[in-house]
């Protein structure tokens, strides 16, 4: 089955920089765009960031754009979030996810990690 | 592009049909999904293609619209639709999610 496990989360300070990974199994992960996608206490979703398949192709929110870099490794099936000149506003759970609407619609989440920006 | 959803938040009984609205400040043609998160979960896929069920998904749910008008309709609520409902363009990026609305139980 579809599996996405997350690590990394954790409290920073402002200013500082965190990266999150998402480890996936259970389908072939260098044939599909990944997405990040947080959502801070008690709030909406937020779509971050997005990634082609081959990973040439990245895509990000205004919000980030220039301090967050989306990257992945097809040969460990993983896929990365730096977050760099992190700011309190950037405090959510952040969510890795495919969301796949194509030949077939699916969408699978990772378990989210928490990231606190606080001093 | 803009999404913006309303209301923000509805309580109804048991029973009711309800409407959730979803505008987008551009054209999307039917490029729009509709996600369910129920609290303390992570988000799941509806529909998508605006009307398009995903496998599973009860019936009374329906989705409709195009351009930058849709709703999603639950034709009849139940306690398990108790859940923040988010409408999501993906015709290009930025994949904006519009901000949510909350039903529960009346």
């Known amino acids: 089955q579809v599996q996405l496990v997350q690590s990394g989360g954790g409290r920073v300070q402002p200013g500082r920089s965190l990266r999150l990974s998402c480890s996936a199994s259970?389908?072939?992960?260098?044939?599909?765009?990944m997405h990040w996608v947080r959502q801070a206490p008690g709030k909406g979703l937020e779509w971050v960031s997005a990634?082609?398949?081959?990973?040439?192709?990245?895509a990000y929110a205004d919000s980030v754009k220039g301090r967050f870099t989306v990257s992945r490794d097809n040969s460990k099936n993983a896929l990365f979030l730096q977050m760099d000149s992190l700011r309190p506003d950037d405090t959510a759970i952040y969510y890795c996810?495919?969301?796949?609407?194509?030949?077939?619609?699916?969408?699978?989440w990772g378990q989210g990690a928490l990231v606190t920006v606080s001093s | 592009i803009q999404m913006t959803q309303s209301p923000s938040s509805l309580s109804a009984s048991v029973g009711d049909r309800v409407t959730i609205t979803c505008r987008a400040s551009q054209g999307i043609g039917n490029s729009l999904a509709w996600f369910q998160q129920k609290p303390g979960k992570v988000p799941t896929l509806l529909l998508t293609?605006?009307?398009n069920l995903q496998s599973g998904v009860p019936s009374r749910f329906r989705g409709s619209g195009s351009g930058t008008y849709f709703t999603l309709t639950i034709s009849s609520l139940q306690v398990e639709d108790v859940a923040t409902y988010y409408c999501q363009k993906y015709d290009d990026t930025p994949w904006t999610f519009g901000q949510g609305t909350k039903v529960d139980i009346k």
């Open positions: 990634v082609s398949d081959h990973g040439r192709e990245t």
């Open positions: 293609r605006a009307s």
């Open positions: 259970g389908f072939t992960f260098s044939r599909f765009p």
């Open positions: 996810a495919i969301i796949w609407i194509g030949d077939s619609d699916f969408s699978y």
